[in-house]
């Protein structure tokens, strides 16, 4: 089994900021790419943000140059700075990521999801 686990979400006014993070855990060979989407409600799912495995990073054009992606040194956990946030970031934020399982094809692993909500 494989477990992504978000936390960090919350209530924050106009410009604020927060700090996501989601952990893997499970059976788990090797993560590639992690990432962010979010849904707000009524919307499709939005991509945010993604992180190689090798550190390299892209961020959906509606967040750049305020939210940047992160992943520990253990490769097991991405985080998510989210700085100067807009009432349109209100949303559920997933985490994805690209497992490699023992004997298993790699497999796409999706969160349960943290509420953000932007507002004063």
């Known amino acids: 089994q494989v477990q992504l686990v978000e936390s960090g979400g919350g209530l924050v006014q106009p410009g604020g900021s927060l700090r996501l993070s989601c952990a893997a855990s499970g059976s788990i060979s090797r993560i590639e790419a992690m990432g962010w989407y979010r849904q707000a409600p009524g919307k499709q799912r939005e991509w945010v943000a993604t992180i190689t495995s090798g550190g390299s990073t892209n961020y959906a054009d509606s967040v750049k140059g305020r939210f940047t992606i992160a992943r520990s040194s253990a490769k097991n956990t991405v985080f998510l700075q989210m700085n100067s946030l807009k009432p349109e970031d209100t949303a559920d934020y997933l985490c994805?990521?690209?497992?490699?399982?023992?004997?298993?094809?790699?497999?796409?692993?999706w969160g349960q999801g943290t509420q953000v909500t932007v507002s004063s």
């Open positions: 994805n990521a690209e497992i490699w399982r023992p004997g298993l094809r790699r497999g796409n692993y």
